[in-house]
């Protein structure tokens, strides 16, 4: 399953550049692959209507670790059957802490 979403994973110009600021924890396209690869398949979805794609549904995210061990929660959605990222930074305790308890 990793290896059909990593071909599948479409980073966009603007979000690579988001992603590597430093608000978002210089978060690498190398890390985001990583958390996918090591994704146990749990989501949750982003229900507030600001984070919602054009059609009114909900983002789904989770959160993994890379292989060096830092916690990521990773934000995508999926078009045209291709993984878009929307936004990846660390994982605060209040995410993970949201993620452990409803997680699915």
Request: proline letters at 3%.
């Amino acid at each position: 399953m990793a290896t059909l979403m990593l071909r599948n994973l479409f980073i966009s110009t603007s979000v690579a550049a988001k992603i590597a600021a430093a608000d978002h924890g210089h978060v690498t396209r190398e890390e985001v692959s990583e958390c996918f690869e090591n994704w146990d398949g749990r989501l949750c979805y982003e229900q507030r209507r600001e984070h919602m794609d054009s059609q009114g549904n909900p983002t789904p995210w989770f959160v993994a670790k890379s292989n060096e061990g830092r916690e990521l929660k990773i934000m995508y959605f999926i078009r045209s059957g291709k993984i878009h990222l929307k936004s990846a930074y660390p994982a605060t305790s209040v995410v993970k802490g949201i993620f452990d308890r409803y997680g699915e």
